[in-house]
């Protein structure tokens, strides 16, 4: 690799991302104040042509998952080490991870669940997946994979780095534990790429299933078979998944399941598929009502000069909820991501409970008129033209130049309109990362590398 390389890499970051500080406490600004950036940038080029690497120990951030369930467990690097790990991805991995897109595999289990071939599905959870992957047996495929032989060292030693909770544990900056034998940590950059490239073995082998009357489909963790019980029963299907499965250290949860009609329906990432009726799950519709809710009581009880009594910034974080947006060529947001739903009475029962939550606050009601639908961002996202959506705001045209970013921002938070163009650029970036940052947050569907 060569120095450019690199520092394109950080100005993405620096630019596209909304970045969570490590246990370092070394954020974006204080890169910039204090001119670490040069520093960053020959440390992680040495690392990557063969210089040794020294890994700071990831800050613990748990991520509640629901009542009665443990708390996932986010290990967030930092910036030198993230730099580091965006680097390996887009020059190393990127090319070996060949995982289907959320949209695809939806799209083809639509498709199988309406084949008159398959009669009964399987659905298989694997029980902690991340934390249980053999060290031994992820890097036998990095290297059988053709990733280099360097890069996977580095690999190797950023899943034995410790995670620790930054209250308990900061002096000691360095820590690699060396006697783990199992797991890739969840947040840093490349964990999903490793645990994708680790999945593609056991892939293979339930592909090769196939002409034995079944259809594979995988998102991360979760597994949905179809299959023709006139040609492979329950158990034999069920011995074939565990001997997979096992042959890789792991194992299913509880949650697994074999042997259900296709025609009585069933649900899978969110999703219920019931004789070509497609709906989201009563969990995923309540988080949805619940958000909505958040944005208008936020709004409601706010106490911040920029929002209180601030309805175009109500009308715009509402509208953002039901419509989504586009950013860096990516449709963002809840409609989108559900856009294979075809229960309209969920989006009309979405924007009739918006409008039951707008007056149990009380709010104004003349402002109503400009929030937008539900029913209609659904007919927009899945429109052939939906790039070209004026419905669906598109944070890559809509605001091409400082002049425009400086009309929205004193739309949306009445700036100064002397304010300058340094702080005009700054202030619609931090407000497009936030919104980005937002969603991935609340959709929580595994998205992304």
Known sequence: MIRSDVEKVLEEITKNRSVSVGIDKIGLKTIKRNGFSNAYV?????????????????????????????????????????????????????????????????????????????DRIAK??????????????LETSLLNDGVDKHIVSILMKSVKVVTVNVQNNTKSMLAIDSSKEKGVPQGIIVGNALAEIFAQQFDDDFISLENKGIKYHRFVDDIIIFYNSSIITDDELKNEANRIISKYKLTFNSKSSIGNPVSLGFSF???????????????????????????????????????????????????????????????????????????????????YITKMIYKRARLDDKYYADVKSFVKAHNSINKATRHKSGYIPNFDNMYPSVVEKRAFLIYLYNISPTSNDEYVEDLFDSVVKKEVFEIERDLDLKYGI
């Open 42 to 118: 020959t440390y992680v080029l040495n690392a990557l042509n063969g210089a040794d690497y020294h890994f700071t120990k990831y800050k613990q951030l748990l991520k509640v998952k629901g009542p009665d369930k443990y708390p996932r467990v986010i290990s967030i690097p930092c910036l030198r080490d993230r730099l580091l790990f965006k680097c390996i991805y887009e020059y190393y991995l990127k090319s070996h991870v060949k995982r289907s897109k959320f949209e695809a595999v939806i799209d083809e289990i639509r498709n199988d669940s309406s084949s008159l071939k398959y």
């Open 124 to 137: 298989f959870d694997i029980s902690a997946f991340f934390d249980n992957i053999n060290h031994d047996m």
């Open 269 to 351: 990432l969110g999703f219920v598929f019931n004789n070509g009726l497609i709906s989201v799950t009563d969990d995923v519709l309540k988080k949805k009502i619940n958000k909505i809710e958040r944005v208008i009581f936020d709004f409601h009880r706010s106490a911040s000069n920029k929002i209180k009594n601030n309805y175009n910034y109500l009308i715009w974080k509402l509208n953002l909820e039901i419509t989504g947006f586009v950013a860096n060529k990516i449709f963002y947001g809840w409609t989108s991501s559900y856009r294979f739903v075809n229960d309209y009475a969920q989006y009309i029962k979405l924007d």
